[in-house]
């Protein structure tokens, strides 16, 4: 093998190596915060989440995920102290596991941990 060939093979050698690196440690990060913001444990048996289509639900603007919010409709959401209103933190929901509850207000199944809506009340 010619010494410049193998100089070019070592250069690739190590863009890729560098590079899956890189690529590893990027997607590694985002599925640590996807990881974050989505309810963990699996939902109990027997029980369905609440849609997001139940006229309750639609009513006070629920959402299983907190950030799909409407922030034009709620604005005060998207406001810096709202950054811990999940149902997790509301007065109204009863833990099922890490990660599920049940409502007393939106009872047409379970509502995730990092779920919210416009009732949304600090448990005290
Ligand atoms: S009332 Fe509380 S627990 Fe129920 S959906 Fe709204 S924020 Fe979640």
Known sequence: M?????????????????????????LGFSSEVRAENKPSG?????????SEADPT???L????????TDFA????RKEPSAKNHF???????TKLNEGWGKCNIITAGAVSSLGWCSAWSQKT
């Open 2 to 26: 010619p010494k410049t060939s193998r100089k070019t093979f070592l250069t690739k050698a190590l863009y890729l190596v560098t590079s899956l690196a890189l690529l590893e440690r990027g």
């Open 87 to 93: 149902c997790k933190h509301c007065v109204q929901y």
């Open 57 to 59: 639900a639609k009513a």
């Open 61 to 68: 603007g629920f959402h299983q995920d907190a950030k799909q």
């Open 42 to 50: 699996s939902i109990p048996e027997g029980l369905v989440p609440v």
């Open 73 to 76: 409709l709620y604005p005060e």
